[in-house]
């Protein structure tokens, strides 16, 4: 797969805000619905509660710790994704993680992605953190594509569940950003 800065002059990318947490949660819904189709059981997928979600991301939204960024449509000013990094969560010998990156179906292919991985890795270095991970489903091959053509690599593997269903993480890594 080839990632190329692609057409931004549809969408923006701007710091996410507490009033955006209705839009990051619909775009994180629907972005899990059609992503993880045939990766994760369509029972999970289909009980998404946005409205959780939404409670979710206002809780995200408040915690200054985390850099948080939205993309947008410039005509009709929706959100299309978002992404989030901070701090490792996870016992890693990887001083900053990047939580996710999600967009929409129609907003995906424009650079977008690409975008927001340059924006979360200039942020790490600037606060001191010089490595970085992300947590990948293994069978998500878009996902791993993508992370591969931005220099990660898979380095560590993990058994967890999702809803339930047992699913393998790769942990992909940057040694040095």
Request: a positive charge; proline letters at 2%; hydrophobic letters at 40%.
């Amino acid at each position: 797969m080839r990632y190329t800065s692609g057409n931004m002059s549809r969408f923006g990318i701007r710091e996410a805000t507490l009033e955006d947490a209705d839009g990051i949660a619909r775009a994180h819904a629907a972005s899990w619905r059609m992503s993880y189709r045939g990766i994760l059981p369509d029972s999970i997928l289909d009980r998404i509660d946005v409205g959780q979600r939404v409670t979710t991301r206002r809780r995200i939204l408040k915690d200054r710790s985390v850099f948080q960024l939205v993309a947008y449509d410039l005509t009709h000013g929706d959100i299309v994704g978002f992404c989030d990094a901070g701090q490792s969560r996870r016992h890693v010998p990887f001083a900053g993680e990047l939580y996710a990156i999600y967009l929409v179906q129609h907003a995906k292919r424009h650079g977008i992605g690409q975008q927001l991985f340059e924006r979360v890795t200039m942020w790490l270095r600037a606060n001191g953190m010089e490595s970085m991970i992300v947590w990948v489903l293994e069978n998500n091959a878009h996902a791993r594509g993508f992370y591969e053509a931005m220099g990660g690599y898979d380095k560590i593997r993990l058994q967890t569940a999702v809803g339930g269903f047992p699913v393998v993480e790769l942990g992909y890594v940057w040694d040095r950003l």
